[in-house]
C-alpha cells in the first residue's frame, strides 16, 4: 500500500506522548503561534496538511492570519488525502479510464505499471444493489447470487483491476455499503509517514455521505470521479480557503425528543442560513476563543 510522503525537512517537529508511546508530528502550534487558538479544527487540519504537502509557511501564516482579521485570505490550500473510497457507480468509468490509458501506454512501449493508483484506493460495489426477496433467512445469499449473475461482466473488470493495480482493493457484493466499511473497517485515525512522523487520517470518497467519516475525527468530503482520480494519481487537491460554520448546542432535550429530531432540527436550521460549499463544525462550551469575523 500506499505509505504517505515524508514531511519536510524545514517543518518544525515535535514529539508527543501517546498510549502507543511517543509520536513524532508537525507542530503546527509552533508555526501559528497564538492565531492556532483562534482557528476551528477543520482549519488546523488543513493548514497542517498543506504544510506537508508544500512547505509554505509564509503563504499560510499570511493567510490565516488575514482571515482572523476578517479579509480576504486570497489563498488555497493544496490537500493530499490518505486514501480514496469509491463505490461502482463513480469506479467503474474511472477505471475504465485507467484501462484505457495503460493500453495506450503499453502501444507505445511503455510499462503499463506506471500507472498505478498512488493512495490506496477502496471499491465498494453494493452501492446500487437491489433486494429481490426480503424477509427470508436466504434472502441474503439469493439477492447476493442474483447480484453477481446480473452483473458479472463489471464485477469481473473490477476483478481484474484489483488485481492489476496492488493499491486498489475491491470490497465483493454482499459486504456492506461503503460508508459502513469505512468507519467500522478502514478508518485509522492516525497514519505514520515514510520518516516516522505521524498525522491525521485525511480522505475523500465519491459519495455525498462520505462527510459520515467526519463523526470519528477523519476529515472528508465528497468529490466528483474525475477528482478522485486526479488525487488517486498523486496530485494534490485544490481547496479555496473554505467558510467554516460553527454550531454550539446547549441545554437539553425535552421528554419525547429524540435524537433524529435534534438532527433534523439543526439539518433545517443550517439549511436556512445556507451552508452549502462551507465546513460545519460543532464547539465545544469549553476552551471557545471567539472570532471576530463571524456570529
Request: hydrophobic share 45%; proline share 5%.
Amino acid at each position: 500500500g500506499h505509505t504517505p510522503a515524508a514531511v519536510r525537512p524545514d517543518i518544525q517537529m515535535t514529539t508527543v506522548a501517546s498510549p502507543a508511546g511517543e509520536m513524532k508530528c508537525l507542530d503546527l502550534g509552533k508555526i501559528l503561534g497564538d492565531r492556532i487558538g483562534r482557528l476551528p479544527h477543520v482549519l488546523r487540519l488543513l493548514a497542517e496538511n498543506h504544510l506537508r504537502e508544500t512547505g509554505d509557511v509564509a503563504g499560510l501564516t499570511g493567510a490565516v492570519s488575514r482571515w482572523i482579521e476578517g479579509s480576504d485570505p486570497a489563498f488555497e490550500f493544496a490537500f493530499r488525502p490518505n486514501r480514496i473510497l469509491m463505490h461502482d457507480t463513480t469506479c467503474t468509468p474511472a477505471l475504465a479510464d485507467v484501462a484505457a490509458m495503460r493500453d495506450v501506454l503499453r502501444e507505445a512501449g511503455h510499462d503499463p505499471e506506471i500507472l498505478t493508483p498512488y493512495l490506496p484506493v477502496e471499491v465498494s460495489v453494493d452501492h446500487s444493489v437491489a433486494v429481490d426477496i426480503f424477509g427470508s433467512g436466504s434472502a441474503l445469499a439469493v439477492n447476493t447470487a442474483n447480484e453477481i449473475a446480473r452483473n458479472a461482466e463489471r464485477y469481473a473488470f473490477m476483478k481484474w483491476a484489483a488485481g492489476a493495480m496492488k493499491t486498489l482493493n475491491v470490497n465483493p457484493p454482499g459486504t456492506g455499503i461503503m460508508h459502513t466499511i469505512n468507519l467500522e473497517q478502514l478508518a485509522t485515525l492516525a497514519v505514520q509517514g515514510q520518516d516516522g512522523s505521524w498525522h491525521a487520517d485525511m480522505m475523500i470518497g465519491t459519495d455525498s455521505h462520505t462527510p459520515m467519516i467526519n463523526g470519528i475525527g477523519v476529515l472528508a468530503w465528497g468529490v466528483g470521479g474525475l477528482e478522485a482520480e486526479t488525487a488517486m494519481f498523486g496530485q494534490a487537491l485544490s481547496l479555496a480557503f473554505p467558510e467554516v460554520v460553527g454550531v454550539r448546542l446547549t441545554g437539553k432535550l425535552r421528554p419525547g425528543t429524540t435524537a433524529t429530531d435534534l438532527a433534523l432540527e439543526v439539518t433545517h436550521q443550517l439549511r436556512k442560513i445556507g451552508v452549502t460549499g462551507s465546513f460545519v463544525e460543532f464547539l465545544s462550551l469549553i476552551h471557545i476563543s471567539e472570532p471576530t469575523r463571524r456570529t
